[in-house]
């Protein structure tokens, strides 16, 4: 039986194959698909956050709910990470500047 790699061993490999790629250049996007692309994430991550109130709701609801249980803490605190993080999105989103380029294919409404 051939002697295996060990866990060391593979993430030491792992890192030096990481470390000799250069990331791909990412393509620059007008104003108008920046805006477009964060309302979206904003949108996911509005299901999220609906996902974790319904939990959160759902621990409240039950018989031996108490406010120091573990999961109940938990949920909470992951429900005010993701609003948190809205927030944030949102105040993002509110300092784009207006797109001035003529024919953007993404404008919702002239400037």
Known sequence: M???????????????????RTPSPQPQLTPCEQLKYHKAQL????????????CV???MMMPDHYPEEPFYVRALTELQDVEETMALA??????????????????????
């Open 43 to 54: 949108a996911k991550m509005e299901t999220f956050r609906r996902c974790k109130q319904a």
């Open 2 to 20: 051939a002697n295996l790699p060990t866990d060391m061993e593979l993430e030491l490999a792992l890192s030096q194959r990481n470390s000799t």
């Open 57 to 59: 709701d759902a621990l």
């Open 90 to 111: 949102v105040s993002d989103i509110d300092s784009f500047e207006p797109c001035y380029i003529p024919g953007c294919p993404h404008h919702e409404k002239n400037p």
